[in-house]
């Protein structure tokens, strides 16, 4: 039984780790292309909005899922160490070792939720601030 309280906690956390990096890495990535992006290229609004909003998506759902992953592994870490009470017995040590490694996925989570939507919202504030830019010298 040991393996699967091993995959569980490898396995979320290594997701949210995962998501964690991708997030990043897409913010950063936006960040630099709103770095070099100049309004007056583009005639078309529509088209400088598609160029600016690419792939902000990824970071939003990131931001808004990792709470839920996070709250899964605790799910079944918490599920894991009922079951482990009904076939070994009532062990204090045990269960609270096992409920505390069942917590640090929500922890974890959030740590990963809280940045991705903060980075969302600089973004999309970034994103506005450009489209206002084109709208004052087209408008």
């Excluded at 770095?35 to 600016?52: F, I, K, P």
């Amino acid at each position: 039984m040991d393996w699967l309280h091993s995959l569980i906690d490898y396995g979320v956390l290594g997701l949210l780790l995962l998501l964690s990096v991708i997030a990043l890495a897409v913010a950063l990535e936006r960040f630099l292309v709103y770095r070099t992006t100049r309004v007056d290229e583009y005639q078309d609004r529509r088209a400088l909005e598609l160029h600016l909003t690419h792939k902000l998506h990824l970071i939003a759902t990131i931001g808004a899922n990792a709470p839920y992953i996070g709250l899964l592994g605790t799910v079944l870490g918490i599920m894991l160490t009922f079951h482990d009470i009904g076939a070994a017995g009532f062990d204090t040590t045990k269960i609270m070792t096992g409920l505390a490694l069942a917590l640090k996925a929500t922890a974890l989570g959030l740590l990963v939720a809280i940045p991705a939507v903060t980075l969302y919202n600089l973004l999309l504030r970034r994103c506005k601030v450009l489209l206002i830019q084109w709208d004052i010298r087209h408008g």
